[in-house]
């Protein structure tokens, strides 16, 4: 059973340096989702992909946060000049067409020092 | 900003006890879905429910909606160890969904 990946699953930054974080969805999955979580709260949305379009984005994702996803496929999202408020687990998520249930990666846990 | 705010925040009971999250909400929604996170791990889908829908029973989970109060509810039967958990409830649509802070499940064997 392939479910959704992600890499990697923990990453230790210095503030001010950039990280990129890569997901592959379940490989029907043409809708794909980015996820930040922080300590003791639900998941917040970030960015939501159709295929290779990006058709929603939070205000939370500053313009220091990119996300790509090429070719439909897999999805990475960076995360440039780090501070230590973007330390949180990073999800991933992905769902078929009329489909609501998403289905989570293990996320990756970024600390920045 | 979160959507839903589970209550309590923590619960924490014996085996063989049943548990109950509620879920409250802001907004008008088309569905409410319920899902699991073990710590440190990626959320899994529990439960569906549809607007249009009262209960909806899932093995020993069971869902309740109450749209006129905006608010969902979880009960799980029987507990487990393995049910020790986060559960979060979550509203949005194909685009997005928002969670809850969810509510942290003890069950203590």
């Known amino acids: 059973d392939t479910g959704v990946s992600q890499d990697p699953r923990h990453k230790i930054t210095k503030r001010g340096q950039n990280v990129t974080f890569r997901c592959d969805p379940i490989?029907?999955?043409?809708?794909l989702y980015w996820y930040r979580q922080t300590l003791g709260q639900g998941p917040e949305f970030l960015t939501y992909?159709?295929?290779?379009?990006?058709?929603?984005k939070s205000r939370l994702l500053s313009d220091r946060f990119s996300a790509e996803r090429p070719k439909g496929s897999f999805s990475t999202l960076e995360i440039q000049r780090t501070e230590q408020g973007d330390s949180a687990m990073y999800l991933c998520?992905?769902?078929?067409?009329?489909?609501?249930?998403?289905?989570f990666g293990p996320g990756t846990r970024l600390l920045v020092l | 900003s979160q959507q839903g705010e589970e209550d309590p925040q923590a619960l924490s009971i014996q085996e063989g006890e049943n548990a109950t999250m509620n879920c409250s909400y802001k907004?008008?929604?088309?569905?409410l879905q319920w899902y699991r996170q073990n710590s440190g791990r990626g959320l899994v889908h529990l439960i569906l429910?549809?607007?249009?829908?009262r209960e909806k029973h899932s093995g020993r989970l069971r869902v309740t909606l109450d749209t006129s109060k905006k608010s969902s509810s979880l009960l799980i039967t029987a507990s487990r160890a393995a049910d020790t958990a986060s559960y979060f409830c979550?509203?949005?649509?194909?685009?997005?969904?928002?969670f809850g802070s969810g509510t942290q499940l003890t069950v203590l064997p």
């Open positions: 490989s029907e999955h043409n809708r």
């Open positions: 429910i549809r607007s249009n829908e």
């Open positions: 998520a992905s769902s078929s067409p009329g489909q609501e249930t998403q289905y």
């Open positions: 907004t008008s929604i088309n569905n």
């Open positions: 992909f159709q295929n290779e379009a990006q058709l929603e």
């Open positions: 979550a509203t949005g649509s194909a685009r997005q969904l928002t």
